[in-house]
């Protein structure tokens, strides 16, 4: 294991569609919840923006890409 990095190899095989929809699920709701942290009427740009910066970190904790593996190191 290299950089936190794991390497399988084998007949393990994983869902992909339902880690996925995991992410965004779950990134959803903390987006949705933090649009309301400062405010109890968010508006639609705050909404937008709470949701996209959670979803993508969501799925960034859970997939690599590969053009943007250099930009982490």
Known sequence: MEDGKISVEGSIRVRTHTLLSRAIEEGVEFGLRRAYKYTDAPDRETFLKEIM?????????????????DRDR
Do not use: G, K, S, T
Request: glycine share 0%; aromatic share 12%.
């Open 53 to 69: 910066a959670a979803v993508m970190l969501n799925i960034d904790e859970v997939f690599i890409f590969p053009e943007l593996e």
